[in-house]
């Protein structure tokens, strides 16, 4: 008889999947299997007051030069459905402004860096299993360009199985064998960069810097000043946390480890439950993750070396049934890990506080609305500003969930001017003709 360990690696090995992809996993289930504490508790952290600010570093370097750029890889998390909007594709393929999607702006960006870099910048796109073909189909009105190579752009999120909570072992679904694997969570990066040979492949072609962000997040785009800065640090590993605001009391919030002063990422599910209101108290953790990251290669290399081809990440453990839609179903275990947690585990890693304009996703329709709107506005390069007339403050979006969930109930909406509005609500069906002018406060 095989044990709960075995039949992981058989299972996982037999679906092809890297020995670094099998060995990260594996490293979580010890954890789990050891009882390993997975919450930090409030006692045993410290708040951070305060960080560097972006603009005063990107002000005392001068943006980075050809030789810098051509050490520069891009990485962009593009594994979402976008299911929680009505989307059955790669959510990079959602339109934000008439025939432009998520997808073009990043290959945009990258064109821009490219004429500045003598062609260097390399671009990654960490595809999931759901969006790799409708993806890698879209760019091949690219090609000319370089982009519709698949062992060129795509990098390929793992899969993970799900564990039997009585035994540990893989659950066994015959009848639907999809059920059996879940999504690792982004912070498999590593083991996909380093499994697939990737990391190895940017080392040996004298890239040393990662830029990391999220495909939904058009604020989160490179700037040369940074990059300069941050070669110059020296830092292995730099968070960019922007300060926190009610719409963000559910994301992962920086802290201090109190035993060793290390600075730390916690995550809502790491939180114990009688933590919470401490968790959410924007007075007292004031900075969060924007899952905007820079690393360093040639580190996260010798990081991984020390600890045999993982990066001890932080496990977050979530109790589910195997088929969501059947209760009596078994009861799983589905591992994830967050790849922004790596923080604690870079010596001299470090976190800077950035504007709120470098962190603008899409989670909603309300957040669709406001960049088809004329309050954003976007260049040639792919660069996503506010309008001059948002006096640098975006306006506060909200729709009513029921009505204006699905990308699909923004068309009999339709798309007001925005750019002089400080907060529109709308609650009830509405429709606006294109470019409807609204001024401030506005509810309908």
């Known amino acids: 008889m095989m044990d709960a360990r075995e039949l992981i690696r058989t299972k996982m090995e037999g ?5 670094a992809a099998v060995d990260s996993f594996l490293y979580g289930v010890e954890e789990l299997q050891r009882h390993t504490k997975m919450t930090v508790g409030e006692e045993e952290i410290d ?12 002000q005392t370097c001068p943006p980075a030069d050809d030789d810098l750029l051509r050490q520069l890889v891009v990485i962009k998390l593009n594994g979402g459905l976008g299911t929680s909007m009505g989307l059955q594709k790669a959510k990079s393929l959602l339109e934000i402004k008439p025939g432009v999607t998520f ?6 960006q990258i064109k821009a860096l490219r004429k500045d870099s003598s062609n260097g910048v390399r671009l990654l796109l960490m595809n999931s299993f759901s969006t790799s073909a409708d993806t890698m189909r879209y760019l091949k009105r690219y090609a000319e360009d370089g982009f519709a190579e698949t062992a060129e752009v795509e990098l390929m999120q793992n899969k993970v199985p799900k564990l039997r909570q009585d035994t540990l072992e893989p659950v066994q679904m015959p009848q639907h064998p999809e059920l059996e694997w879940c999504p690792p969570g982004h912070g498999d990066l590593y ?5 697939s040979g ?9 890239v040393r810097y990662a830029f990391v962000s999220n495909s939904d997040n058009l604020g989160a785009q490179v700037d040369p000043g940074f990059l300069a800065w941050f070669a110059r640090s020296g830092a292995p590993f730099v968070m960019e946390v922007t300060r926190r605001t009610e719409a963000d009391k559910k994301g992962g919030h920086l802290a201090r480890r109190k035993k060793d002063g290390q600075l730390i990422l916690r995550e809502v599910a790491q939180c114990p439950p009688e933590d919470i209101p401490h968790f959410q108290d924007l007075s007292r953790h004031r900075f969060f993750n924007t899952n905007n990251l820079w690393i360093r290669l040639d580190s996260l290399k010798q990081l991984m070396q020390e600890h045999k081809g993982v990066i001890p990440l932080p496990i977050i453990c979530n109790s589910k049934h195997a088929d969501p839609r059947d209760p ?10 967050a790849m922004g947690a790596a923080l604690q585990c870079f010596t001299g890693a470090a976190a800077v506080c950035v504007p709120r304009s ?6 909603t329709c309300s957040d669709l609305l406001l960049l088809r709107s004329d309050a954003v506005e976007i260049d040639a390069a792919g660069r996503m500003f ?3 007339e948002c006096d640098g403050v975006a306006p506060v979006v909200q729709l009513d969930p029921t009505l204006y969930k699905l990308v699909d109930s923004l068309e009999p909406l339709g798309v007001p001017s925005l750019k002089h509005v400080r907060h529109l609500s709308v609650r009830s069906e509405h429709h606006f003709s294109p470019g409807e002018p609204l001024i401030g406060d506005v509810e309908f």
């Open 47 to 58: 708040a951070v007051d305060s960080l560097p600010e972006w603009e005063q570093l990107v």
């Open 328 to 337: 009596s179903s078994p009861d799983v275990f589905q591992l994830e890990t």
């Open 15 to 19: 679906a092809g999947l890297s020995r």
């Open 358 to 363: 470098r962190f603008f996703p899409v989670k």
């Open 103 to 108: 997808l073009d702006l990043i290959v945009r």
């Open 386 to 388: 506010l309008a001059p």
């Open 198 to 206: 990737r990391l190895d492949e940017l080392l040996a072609r004298g």
């Open 191 to 195: 083991a996909s960069l380093a499994g």
